[in-house]
């Protein structure tokens, strides 16, 4: 079973996010079960969505506090927040941001790591910062834990507020297009 | 698909072709009340939507619609309950099959918009049919049967299909939709107010004023308060015969009152309500592995309670630790725990029962809460005492 | 700051189980929350204080010459560059510092 934690602030899709990876998912014959976090429900509060995966039904229907993947789209949330807390070694970390490697503090639980500019693309594509769909395409590109067809799929029945499908999809296929994947060197057993 | 406990519900309304519909939004049921009106504006939902302003006036408008012969849903929780109180107080005893889905959340003060069960809990006793529900796909599945079972005619009282705020609310998980075929005729034809009614056709008084004391009042109160009681009791048998028959027609199946979950041979069981009752299976997998003999019992239906049924599975073990997710101040206990304590007089004999409170304020009970849960619960098997509730989230 | 004119009442007087009060002021930093600030040409600023007027946190400030948000509570919404008369304001990227 993998745990995956989502990341993001009111108003960018994180929940929304994790439902169209839900819908992927189960697309390709996986058990999902995804619920959110509010707190308050506002644009720009922190909101964290919890998605936990499996070949089998899924009972526990709790936050995740040990995640093996974090996904955070947004790039100034990390200063504001622990996205990591709790997070299993060997974990991976997909992030939006236009920083460098070598300019994030990654810590050792993390053995790969994917980044985005999100920001950008979404700007470029919506006019506005609304990473959800690009960070999709960003976290398929760095997990290989789904694919781009599934995420297709899944978009096609949800209701996106803000734009329209052939847009999201435009940004999913740029964000996996456009995010570089690190693998890092760990010791064992740190 | 692929969707949320009020989406699911929201189908679920759908596929019972309601007539009248009027709801309200309230945090965590909000998105249902969306769901809704968008199915509304799309034809998905075939029914006049009734666009008020406010709880009070959502459930009087239904008590209109219901005597009119329309079938009618709303849904609401926490405050919205609390301003719903007027018509929700007499909806039962007028017999009025409306089903609704109480999105379950905390009280409200301290200020909180989050999940937990005082609202639905709190109102338990007022004379509506109360069920919780462990999936979001029980959830949908569980509203449809709610309108066979609100309008049997051994029952003709008020369901309330309640799934916890937050976690089925707005947990996505895979549901699968009914055929619309398939439930209608399940459900068979609408004969909603055959008993009780608006209507020029067949004139009556509608809930006239009873005689004082001195009159008919007593003996006309007795008269009803007992015919209430009786259609309660025919629920538990209609709600299991409903239940198996959604299993025939639908193939899945859900304990209709009380699952037994790994009790054949335990020793001690906890006993759980909606949601929560799937890291309490987990807890109870991973105690079993370490050589616990342990078990668990999850309630489903609360209104009416399911005593018999909860008295043979409470007759296979040795103790209880029971997991509420509100809290009954006049007891310093859980309610359930509470229910379960009556239930327990009616046992050979007198076995050891924890409440443990967890889950207040949206907080998560854990697979680690219950791992603890089953722990003091063996130590009260082995005779330890444990006089005050056990407070799970008092620390985290 | 404004010196509060009365003290808070004094928490310790009782059970702190009795009734949900609060006495402390934390001031929730909604800074963090922004996406885009608002960088306000000083040139250009006339001081008619529209911007002050609509902002939905009341958070700009009245600087010798212009005004200016307070970027610890500024959520970046974007309504003062929206309304200047003057078109002093421009919302910018925020960095990731």
Redesign the interface.
């Known amino acids: 079973m993998y745990e995956i934690r989502i990341h993001g ?1 009111g108003g960018q899709g994180a ?1 929304l996010a ?2 169209i990876l ?2 992927a998912l ?1 697309e390709e014959g996986k ?8 707190g308050f ?1 506002r ?3 922190p909101v964290s969505a919890f998605l936990r995966v499996n070949d089998k039904l ?6 995740i ?1 040990n995640p093996n993947f974090i996904l955070c789209i ?3 949330l990390p ?2 927040v622990d996205i990591f807390s709790g997070m299993r070694a060997k974990g991976v970390w997909v992030q939006a ?3 460098s490697l070598d300019q994030l503090q990654v810590p050792e639980s993390v053995s790969k790591v994917g980044l985005c500019d999100a ?1 950008g693309i979404a ?1 470029d594509v919506f006019g506005r ?1 609304i990473t959800n769909s690009v960070m999709l395409g960003a976290f398929a590109k760095t997990t290989g834990l789904v694919s781009l067809k599934s995420l297709h799929k ?1 978009m096609e ?1 949800v209701a996106f507020r803000d734009a329209a499908l052939d847009k999201n999809i435009q940004a999913l296929q740029r964000g996996f297009e456009e995010t570089s994947v690190f693998e890092l060197d760990r010791e064992e057993g740190s | 698909m692929v969707c949320d406990g009020n989406e699911a519900a929201a189908w679920g309304v759908a596929l019972s072709r309601p007539d009248v519909v009027a709801v309200y939004p309230i945090t965590p049921q909000s998105s249902l009340a969306e769901y809704i009106s968008q199915f509304v504006a799309d034809g998905i939902i075939q029914a006049d939507l009734m666009d008020v302003e406010g709880e009070h006036s959502v459930l009087s408008v239904l008590h209109g619609a219901c005597l009119a012969g329309a079938r009618t849903f709303t849904a609401t929780c926490g405050q919205g309950l609390a301003f719903m109180f007027e018509p929700y107080f007499r909806t039962p005893p007028l017999r009025l099959p409306i089903v609704m889905s109480i999105v379950t959340r905390d009280g409200i003060t301290p200020q909180c918009v989050w999940g937990g069960q005082q609202d639905a809990m709190t109102v338990r006793e007022v004379g509506w049919v109360h069920m919780y529900c462990e999936t979001a796909q029980e959830v949908l599945d569980t509203i449809v049967m709610a309108y066979k079972i609100a309008e049997h005619r051994d029952i003709m009282l008020p369901v309330n299909v309640n799934h916890d705020g937050n976690y089925l609310s707005y947990g996505v998980e895979k549901v699968v939709l009914p055929d619309q075929e398939e439930v209608d005729d399940f459900l068979g034809e609408k004969n909603i107010n055959w008993h009780v009614a608006l209507d020029p056709e067949r004139p009556m008084s509608v809930d006239p004023l009873t005689g004082g004391a001195e009159g008919s009042g007593p003996a006309l109160f007795v008269r009803y308060r007992k015919g209430s009681c009786k259609a309660m009791q025919n629920a538990l048998r209609v709600i299991q015969e409903v239940h198996e028959e959604w299993e025939k027609r639908f193939g899945r199946s859900y304990a209709p009152l009380v699952e037994e979950y790994r009790l054949e041979d335990a020793k001690y069981a906890i006993v759980t309500i909606g949601s929560m009752t799937g890291a309490g299976k987990d807890a109870v997998d991973l105690a079993r592995e370490s050589g616990e003999k342990v078990g668990l019992i999850k309630i489903k239906t609360v209104r009416p309670f399911p005593v018999q049924t909860l008295r043979q599975a409470l007759s296979k073990v040795k103790a209880i630790g029971v997991v509420d997710r509100s809290v009954s101040f006049g007891w310093n206990c859980g309610p359930m725990y509470q229910e379960l304590l009556s239930t327990l007089y009616l046992l050979d004999e007198r076995i050891p029962a924890i409440s443990f409170i967890g889950g207040l304020a949206g907080a998560d009970i854990r697979i680690e809460h219950f791992n603890r849960a089953i722990e003091t619960t063996a130590k009260a098997l082995r005779g330890e005492e444990f006089s005050e509730p056990i407070w799970l989230n008092e620390k985290d | 700051m404004r010196r509060q004119a009365r003290e808070p009442f004094d928490e310790s007087t009782i059970p702190n189980d009795l009734c949900p009060i609060a006495t402390e002021r934390i001031d929730l930093k909604t800074g963090d929350w922004r996406a885009e600030r608002p960088v306000v040409d000083r040139d250009k600023c006339v001081k008619c204080a529209t911007c002050w007027l609509y902002c939905p946190t009341q958070c700009i400030q009245e600087k010798p010459t212009w005004f200016e948000a307070n970027l610890e509570i500024c959520k970046g919404c974007g309504i003062c560059a929206d309304e200047c008369p003057h078109h002093a304001i421009m919302m910018v990227e925020e960095t990731e510092e």
């Open positions: 602030r929940v994790s439902k839900a819908k189960v058990f999902v079960k995804a619920i959110p976090s509010f429900e644009r720009g509060a899924i009972r526990q229907t709790t936050n506090y947004d790039p100034t200063r504001a941001t236009k920083k920001f700007l910062t899944g029945t």
